[in-house]
């Protein structure tokens, strides 16, 4: 347990009074019966005494021991040390950062909900089910698909669904040669990855030069060992794939199917819809557009539309309307299920909230806002770095820091910088396609003073790094560290805290 | 019209001007003009906050609740205390509302919680290391199944019935891509014996997954399993309810490969299943094979502790189709409500917890064994949290009784394998439950059972 390894000493630093304390962990502020909260008033004496020994737990439980006041300001203080879009401006690309109404907080934690055990009575549920029913009802609508299923807790989680699918629909058609899953270069890491975990074999498709598919190529990787192609639209570029038509056409001619990765959704929300444009399978990443907050990585969810054609393999359990009950049932060619319970449901009653509240009007006022945004703060950098693509973008942009490369300056400069200017980063080094990329997103939520202001603070740091590249070499300066030491990192991984008193008595280190 | 846009009219028109556009509709002149602006079931306007919430209300009133109805119920989702302070802590808009960490600069509080995390599940599961979490406990073991395929190249999979069939039915689903089999070794007395493991243990076996307790409440004693599994090359994997480690064997006393679980009893709400959170642990000879975010420990230029997600070349962003998961989005503020939770209730509460849960299940197990019409299954193989009881009435039929009479009683096993039933139930009762409540619903099962309840 890390024993060799001693703790990485956590003082100050020199001549850098200006960054905020570190906090110290809960190894370090643990006291020896020191208690918080305390879940029961009175155990039993010889509660498990019943219990074999041999099916007893010997070792330490290795938990700190703190008050609840210490818990407390533990927590607030690390939460300090973090920056999200309450906080700072978050134009992460491909994330969709925006602002998350705090109504929909409210949601999930009504009573009948937040302790809604999964597992009740149907007839004592019903107005659950309604919810998800109504909410699958809506998103067939947005998404222009004929069935969803709301399982999936990611996109991630979606687009391995939608790939088990496309594998049971070509067995069930007796077409089991098609093994591969076709992805253009510029796709998201996640589809390859879930490709692969699906079974199938992944042939990457390269991007022209103004970042759309390369139709020639396409044509080429197409064969009748194509299961599917996997498309982001609009693409990881920010771009809507001008030839979009003719990939469909060709798609189908060759009998695969057409996957979208809706992790781009925000810019199509009440515009567009993407079974009208012809794709058989669509995730929707509803913690990006759908008014649930990251949470520093999740939870998420990942709601699936299709076509008609695949919704018998739709994952366990499907939910039904039988007059007016709502019901769970499993179908005999589902590819099974995905997860323990029916889905991420606290994620998925905000997003139905938060449909509801924006009504018809309000949903395309989110997309075209987030086209207006983008475009402008495009408009406001395009003489500062390259943007990749021409005309109008989507909802994002990238631009490429690779004309700052004889001063030695690297986009991750630029984005440790904006961070010293009190902002988060944009997405660094994807897509792949693009060398040096900075991906910006601004969503819908921020004002033009905001953009103005970004634009002239990341327009001052490219000046700077003409300038003076080393000062963006030193940067961030003003955050609780400097640049970690990733090397030293991965070389030889510090994965719990070394302060942590071993769990096994001495002279008994079973566990290695 | 509520939308959440800051733009003033003059604003819009400004921008659109600096874009030389003369309506927000030609911002998407890239798109298709066929399909664009389609109509929608939602009226135009939307409705004001007020509005909304009581129509979400309208629909939540319609549900059985807990703060309705007195739950005995678990099978995957549990009733437990959660303090106050976890859902004020997890809600600080710096980690609510921040993204996987990818600046570890302007992420510290947030990465520094995650490794925190990740020591105290590795402690509770007695194991080397913990990844910062994974969508729910069914998905945890299912890329615990897959590790042990990668790590094997070997497709056969020795599922103990013991084991959740829901997740079983996830592993399934999940290994099926890598050409992964599932085999079940059966309980008998409800614990899976070791001989039945070492009948199907081959040299196409990649791993035997175990569970801790079982789905059916028993708690197995796996003493020689390691040894048997790892002479024919094969992974232990054990699948634990992180509430009854409090208590029980953790999976690295049983010198388990792999650690899997559901953390939804650390201080997260049943929410109707999801979102919950995914435990893997693992021995530190798996660290690079295992999937998700991992935080490491290291320092910056000037020698202060810093935290970085580490290890990033087994993941999709870096690795693509080589990568050990797809997994991205994870369940992190979820692994912060495990860790406040963890915190709070420090070693002692957390183990008082685990003891109360199992003495008001004995409680309920010797009140319900009482009643004429009710047999409990495997008496006397010990139980922590859980059991199963076989009854004279159809379990559904008594449990809709149940509900009337303000009790969501144990859960009804018709339709399920192994041990289900159509006259069978499985009960539960946690630490939160009163002995009146357990008295109680004995007396409403016996009314039910004898007939005498008011209809």
């Given at each position: ?381 395009e003489d500062v770095l390259p943007v990749t693509g021409e005309g109008l973008c989507a909802h994002e942009f990238v631009l490429s820091a690779k004309v700052l490369e004889k001063e030695g300056v690297r986009a991750i400069d630029i984005a440790k910088a904006l961070l010293d200017e009190g ?90 | ?265 650390l201080g997260i709400p049943m929410m109707a299943g999801g979102p919950y959170l995914g435990l893997l642990t693992a021995s530190r000879a798996f660290m690079r094979k295992i999937p998700g975010r991992l935080v490491g420990q290291t320092a910056d230029a000037e020698g202060r502790t810093a ?132 008295r109680g619903v004995v007396s409403a099962v016996g009314e039910i059972l004898s007939g005498r309840e008011a209809r």
């Amino acid at each position: 347990m890390n024993e060799k390894t001693t703790p990485v000493t956590g003082h100050s630093g020199s001549g850098s009074s200006f960054r905020p304390a570190m906090e110290p962990s809960l190894w370090k502020l643990s006291r020896e019966q020191a208690r918080g909260v305390r879940p029961v008033q009175d155990v039993p004496e010889g509660a498990v005494k019943d219990l074999p020994s041999e099916v007893l737990r010997k070792i330490s439980l290795g938990l700190p021991e703190i008050s609840e006041l210490e818990t407390i300001r533990h927590f607030t203080r690390l939460s300090q040390l973090s920056r999200g879009v309450d906080t700072h401006f978050y134009p992460l690309g491909s994330c969709t950062m925006k602002y998350n109404p705090k109504v929909m907080d409210r949601v999930p934690a009504l009573p009948g909900f937040f302790d809604l055990h999964p597992r009740t009575d149907e007839f004592a549920m019903q107005g659950f089910l309604g919810a998800l029913w109504d909410l699958s009802e809506l998103l067939k609508e947005v998404l222009g698909m004929d069935a969803v299923t709301l399982a999936p807790a990611a996109g991630a989680h979606g687009e391995l669904t939608g790939i088990l699918m496309a594998r049971s629909y070509f067995r069930a058609k007796g077409e089991t040669g098609r093994r591969e899953i076709l992805v253009p270069d510029s796709a998201h890491g996640t589809n390859p990855a879930s490709a692969a975990m699906g079974g199938f074999t992944v042939r990457s498709v390269p991007s022209n030069g103004s970042g759309h598919i390369d139709l020639k190529a396409l044509e080429q990787a197409l064969s009748n060992q194509t299961a599917m192609v996997m498309m982001t639209a609009p693409s990881t570029l920010g771009l809507f794939e001008e030839e979009l038509g003719e990939v469909v056409r060709r798609v189908r001619s060759r009998g695969a199917l057409l996957y979208m990765d809706g992790a781009n959704m925000n810019a199509f929300l009440g515009v567009l819809r993407p079974g009208d444009l012809g794709f058989d399978i669509v995730h929707i990443n509803t913690h990006k557009t759908l008014a649930t907050p990251h949470g520093g990585g999740g939870p998420g969810s990942g709601p699936v539309g299709v076509k008609a054609f695949l919704e018998p393999y739709l994952p366990n359990p499907r939910i039904v309307r039988e007059g007016k009950e709502f019901r769970m049932v499993d179908r005999p060619e589902s590819i099974g299920s995905i997860r323990s319970f029916v889905g991420s449901s606290g994620v998925l009653l905000r997003a139905l909230a938060y449909m509801r509240m924006l009504g018809k009007h309000g949903l395309r006022r989110v997309a075209l806002y987030a086209l207006l945004n983008a475009n402008y703060l495009k408009k406001k950098l395009e003489d500062v770095l390259p943007v990749t693509g021409e005309g109008l973008c989507a909802h994002e942009f990238v631009l490429s820091a690779k004309v700052l490369e004889k001063e030695g300056v690297r986009a991750i400069d630029i984005a440790k910088a904006l961070l010293d200017e009190g902002y988060y980063a944009p997405t660094v080094y994807f897509p792949l396609i693009v060398p040096e990329a900075l991906m910006i997103e601004p969503t819908e939520c921020e004002s033009r003073t905001t953009l103005d202001g970004f634009a002239r603070d990341f327009r001052r740091i490219v000046e700077r790094a003409r300038s003076s590249p080393d000062e963006l070499h030193e940067s961030p300066s003003k955050t609780p560290v400097g640049r970690p030491d990733e090397v030293r990192a991965a070389r030889d991984p510090i994965l719990t805290d070394p302060l942590r008193p071993s769990l096994f008595p001495p002279g008994n280190a079973q566990n290695g | 019209m509520a939308d959440f846009i800051p733009h003033t009219q003059s604003e819009t028109r400004e921008m659109l001007d600096v874009l030389g556009l003369s309506s927000l509709e030609d911002l998407v002149g890239a798109y298709p003009k066929a399909g664009l602006f389609p109509e929608l079931p939602l009226s135009g306007g939307g409705l004001t906050e007020r509005d909304v919430l009581s129509e979400m209300k309208r629909l939540a009133s319609k549900n059985a609740g807990a703060s309705s109805v007195v739950v005995f119920r678990g099978g995957g989702s549990y009733e437990h205390f959660i303090p106050e302070a976890v859902p004020a802590l997890i809600g600080r808009g710096e980690f609510l509302t921040s993204y996987t960490p990818y600046q570890p600069e302007a992420s510290q509080g947030l990465l520094q919680a995650i490794f925190e995390f990740q020591t105290a599940i590795s402690s509770v599961y007695g194991m080397d290391l913990s990844n910062a979490s994974l969508y729910d406990g069914a998905t945890a073991a299912a890329e615990a199944c897959l590790v042990a395929i990668r790590h094997t190249g070997r497709t056969v999979l020795l599922v103990s019935d013991g084991l959740d069939p829901s997740i079983s039915n996830v592993i399934k689903t999940y290994v099926e891509g890598l050409g992964g089999r599932l085999v079940t070794v059966p309980l008998v007395e409800g614990t899976t014996r070791l001989s039945d493991l070492e009948e199907r243990l081959d040299g196409n076996c990649a791993a035997f997954i175990g569970a801790i307790p079982t789905f059916w409440g028993t708690v197995e004693n796996f003493t020689g399993f390691r040894a048997a599994l790892e002479s024919r090359g094969a992974l232990f994997l054990l699948h634990a309810n992180p509430h009854s480690l409090s208590v029980l064997k953790s999976p690295g006393e049983w010198q388990a490969d792999l650690g899997t679980g559901e953390g939804q009893p650390l201080g997260i709400p049943m929410m109707a299943g999801g979102p919950y959170l995914g435990l893997l642990t693992a021995s530190r000879a798996f660290m690079r094979k295992i999937p998700g975010r991992l935080v490491g420990q290291t320092a910056d230029a000037e020698g202060r502790t810093a935290y970085v997600l580490t290890l990033q070349a087994r993941e999709q962003h870096i690795r693509r189709e080589k990568a050990n998961s797809n997994v991205c989005t994870n369940e992190t503020l979820l692994s912060l409500a495990a860790l406040a939770y963890l915190t709070l209730v420090g070693p002692q509460g957390f183990r008082e917890a685990g003891e109360t849960s199992h003495v008001n299940a004995a409680r309920l197990m010797k009140g319900l064994a009482g009643l004429p019409g009710v047999r409990i299954l495997f008496p006397r193989t010990p139980h922590f949290h859980e059991f199963v009881v076989e009854l004279s009435l159809p379990a559904r039929d008594v449990s809709r009784r149940l509900l009337e009479m303000g009790y969501l009683g144990g859960l009804p096993l018709e339709g399920w394998p192994v041990l289900g039933g159509s006259n069978r139930m499985l009960w539960c009762a946690t630490e939160v439950r009163t002995s009146d409540e357990i008295r109680g619903v004995v007396s409403a099962v016996g009314e039910i059972l004898s007939g005498r309840e008011a209809r």
